[in-house]
């Protein structure tokens, strides 16, 4: 570690150590890469110096672009990641690997003109008043008008989930009826990945399917229908507030657990892969509710878990008496989802409690892959210990998973363009 003015740093730069304002307060985890917004912050807090890392950044800092420095920030910022997993893990030498070379890859991509910081080195807004006493997960989600009362459109998609008589035309007209959701689903079928699985679930499938009711025939009435109902609700959470977590970045975190749930279920032969999938899609919509109606207490969370190195929903269980997968839990059974969906969510950190292993474990797996390789984020910095109870229930080896991350990567390359088209994928 050097000392360093802050006049002196540059962006690219890793922090040695926390940093702290001189009143004491948190300011930034060790193992942040500055960007320029961090580097305006400190100057911004008057701050003598500041410890960072390496010997090569003693004398004059070397650019970004710089294949070493490229290279150690990646591997700090990996260490700091997965700094929780268990060593003796056989997951963990693989996702150590992967996910650094995922973030080079990253920050190789990144490095051009204005560097921008990864998901991960977001630092949460000072706060300066502590927490007021915390309202009850019911009071949070009566808060939140339009979370009351879900979309039309969903309420017509799960009636026909919940009506065994239903057919595959009542699940193309109830999607029918909102033709932005439809024009989602067909893109998100016509994924060639998603093409490609479905022919080895279901054996035929065609090359592309152009209309809602040819796309209820091919994936299935009640698996369109499921994918719909995860689908219809994410306009409701579109506006979580920048300054936590920008929202295509807490999407790409959603979707990569969504996809990695699904090859997941898939390649246990499990029925039902789409609800992995939309559970994985849903699996922290609570923190979204949270972010919005407890942002003190959030604040508070974000801070002690990047300072005392802990996942985020241990945090919020300390200071909020709940975390946000029972926030989460609790909004899907107001919305009566199905009862595996709201499962898969509710117990997704939950998973000691050997009645509840068995779903849950694939969405617990999934958040860890997602989180490890560094898809986006939902707030955590550190990816928490992999549950050994879930892990053995799933009965997979390391090799399976080596095996199944690359298509999870290319899929959710595929599936955040269906979901967000007019950027770049
Ligand atoms: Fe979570
Ligand atoms: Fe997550």
């Not at 490095?111 to 706060?127: K, L, N, T, Y």
């Not at 479905?198 to 152009?210: N, T, W, Y």
């Not at 923190?287 to 919020?316: D, N, T, W």
């Not at 095996?403 to 269906?418: C, F, I, Q, V, Y």
């Amino acid at each position: 570690m050097v000392r360093r003015n802050v006049s002196e740093l540059r962006a690219g730069m890793v922090l040695a150590e926390d940093v702290l304002t001189p009143g004491g307060r948190f300011l930034m985890p060790k193992g942040t890469t500055l960007d320029h917004g961090h580097l305006k912050s400190l100057l911004a807090w008057n701050l003598p110096d500041v410890g960072v890392m390496g010997e090569v950044l003693a004398d004059a800092p070397p650019p970004v672009s710089d294949e070493a420095a490229v290279a150690a920030a990646a591997e700090a910022a990996v260490a700091e990641r997965l700094c929780l997993l268990d060593p003796e893990h056989p997951l963990t030498p693989l996702l150590h690997r992967l996910a650094l070379a995922g973030e080079i890859r990253r920050r190789k991509a990144a490095s051009g003109d204005a560097p921008a910081a990864p998901p991960h080195d977001h630092a949460p807004r000072p706060v300066e008043d502590a927490p007021p006493p915390m309202a009850s997960p019911d009071m949070l989600l009566r808060d939140e008008p339009k979370l009351v009362s879900p979309p039309e459109v969903y309420l017509r998609i799960s009636e026909v989930l919940r009506d065994p008589a239903s057919t595959v035309e009542d699940a193309a007209a109830s999607i029918r009826h909102d033709p932005s959701l439809a024009a989602k689903l067909l893109r998100l079928v016509n994924s060639p990945f998603y093409a490609r699985t479905m022919r080895a679930v279901r054996g035929r499938f065609p090359s592309k399917v152009d209309s809602l009711s040819r796309a209820v025939v091919v994936v299935g009435g009640r698996q369109l229908a499921t994918l719909a109902l995860g689908v219809s609700v994410l306009p409701l959470f579109q506006d979580i507030p920048p300054h936590w977590v920008n929202m295509r970045v807490f999407w790409e975190h959603s979707v990569g657990c969504a996809v990695a749930a699904q090859a997941i279920a898939s390649a246990l032969g499990r029925e039902g892969a789409e609800a992995a999938f939309v559970a994985g899609l849903l699996h922290d919509i609570g923190r979204i509710v949270l972010f919005k109606q407890a942002s003190a207490h959030m604040a508070a969370a974000m801070r002690r878990a990047a300072a005392g190195r802990e996942p985020l929903y241990l945090a919020e269980r300390e200071l909020l008496g709940f975390d946000h997968a029972a926030l989460g839990g609790l909004l899907l059974q107001k919305w009566q989802f199905p009862a595996n969906l709201e499962k898969m969510v509710r117990y997704h950190h939950d998973l000691d409690e050997p009645l509840f292993v068995e779903e849950p474990a694939i969405v617990h797996l999934a958040d860890c892959l997602a989180t490890a390789m560094g898809w986006g984020a939902s707030g955590n910095r550190h990816v928490a210990r992999l549950s050994p109870a879930a892990w053995d229930s799933l009965g997979l080896g390391a090799e399976d998973v080596a095996r199944l991350l690359p298509g999870m990567e290319a899929r959710l390359a595929e599936t955040m363009h269906s979901f967000f088209p007019d950027r770049q994928p």
